[in-house]
C-alpha cells in the first residue's frame, strides 16, 4: 500500500515511521525547506511513551529523554515560591523530557534515506480521494495522512475546519544553553494571568515556558526583555534560567485551540491526525502526546490489512480517537482558564483550593490521561 503523510512534525513522522516499520510505502511531504525545526523542550507522559513502543520507537525516544523530574518536588508555587499543591512522586514517575529538535532527529532517524520531500507544499483532494498535489503535480496513493498541523489548510480544503480560538494568552519558551540548578524543584508557578514553568532536560539544561493574559497579535521589540521584566520578582532560579538563556533562542507563539472538536477525523481515504485533527492548548502537556496516539492508533488499525479493508480500519481510527481528544481538548481549555485566571478574588480562591486539595487527588486526575489509550496489537 501506498501512503503519504503531508507534515513532518513529531504526529506525521511518527505515523511514518510506525507504518514504514510495518512494510508500507510511505511519502512525506514538508513544505518547510528544513525538515529539523527549531524548538525549545517538550514533555512526554506514560501514553505517549506507551504509544511510541507500540510502533517500535520507544526506546530510541528514551534514548534522549529523561525522567529527571520523577525524582524532584514537582506541582504548582506562588510566585514567591511557596507550594500550592505538590503531586505525589508516581505522578511524575514516567514523565519524560526532551530537546524538540532531538526528538524530530530520532524520529526522522527511523526512517529510509529519501522518505521526506522537503520543500514541498501538499494539498489533498476535496472530497477524500488519495491524490496529494504539489504546484501543478498531482500523485495518487491509497492513503493520505494528514498531519500538517494547527493552521491546517489540507483540514479546511477537506471542510471539516471548526475554526481556531485564540485562548486569551500568549507564551514564551526557551532552553537554557548551559546547566542550571534548580535545587530539586521542577514543575509550575501561577500567578495573576501569567505562569511559569520548569523542566529539567536530561543533560542538567533547563526548558522553561512562561504565559501571560495578552491580546493575541501584541508585539515586544525584545521578547527575552520582555520576558525578563514579567517575572522579574518571581522566586528563584526563574530569572536564572532567563539568564542562561541566549536572547536568539526566546520563542513566543499566541496560543490557540480548536474552537470546536471536529466531527470526523476522516473523508474518504484521507485521515487527520496531531493537531490538524485536535489542536488543544498546552496546560495539560498532551498536544504532542495525543498526536504520538494518533500516529500508534492508525499504525495498529493498518497492520496487515489490505485496501479492501482500508474503510472500516478508517472508520474505527476516527471513533476511538474522537472522544478521547475531545475530551482532552476540553480538559485542557479548563485547565487553561484555571491556570491563567487574573481576577485577584479568582486567584486568591483557586490558590486556597490548591492548598487544601491533596495532591494525590490532582496525581490522580494526571493518571487517568495517561491511561494506556491505543486498540491491542491485532
Ligand atoms: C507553548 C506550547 C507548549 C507545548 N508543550 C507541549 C508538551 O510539553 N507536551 C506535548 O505533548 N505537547 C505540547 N505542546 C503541543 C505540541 O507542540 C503540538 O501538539 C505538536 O507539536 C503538534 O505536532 P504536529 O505534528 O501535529 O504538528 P506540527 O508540529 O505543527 O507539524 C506540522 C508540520 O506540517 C508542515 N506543513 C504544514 N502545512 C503543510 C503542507 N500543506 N504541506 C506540507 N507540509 C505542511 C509544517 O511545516 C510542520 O512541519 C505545546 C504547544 C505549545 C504551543
Known sequence: MRIAVIGAGIAGLSVAAGLQRDGYDVTVFEQRPEPSPVGAGLTLFRNACDALDMMGLGDSVRAVSGTDIASMRTGQRDPAGSWLIAVPPSTVASMRSVHRSELHHTLSSHLFPGTV???QTARVAADGTPRVTIGERAEEFDLVVVADGIRSTNRKV???DTGLRYAGYTAWRGVTHRPVNIGGEAGETWGRGQLFGIVPLPDHRVYWYATANLPAGTDF????????DRFAQWHAPIQECLAATPRAAVLRHDVYDLSRPLETFTRGRT???????????????QGAG??????????LLLRDVDTSELDRA??????????????ILHRSRTAGRVAQAAHPVTVSLRNTVLRLIPGRLMGAMSQRIQHRPCPGPR
Open 117 to 119: 520531500h522537503a520543500g
Open 290 to 299: 495525543q498526536g504520538i496516539e494518533d500516529a500508534a492508533t492508525l499504525t
Open 221 to 228: 521589540p525584545d521578547e527575552h526583555q520582555a520576558v525578563r
Open 271 to 285: 485521515v487527520l491526525i496531531g493537531d490538524a485533527a485536535h489542536a488543544m492548548t498546552p496546560n495539560l502537556g
Open 158 to 160: 477537506l471542510g471539516l
Open 314 to 327: 478508517l472508520t474505527s481510527y476516527s471513533d476511538l480517537r474522537l472522544n478521547r481528544t475531545s475530551t
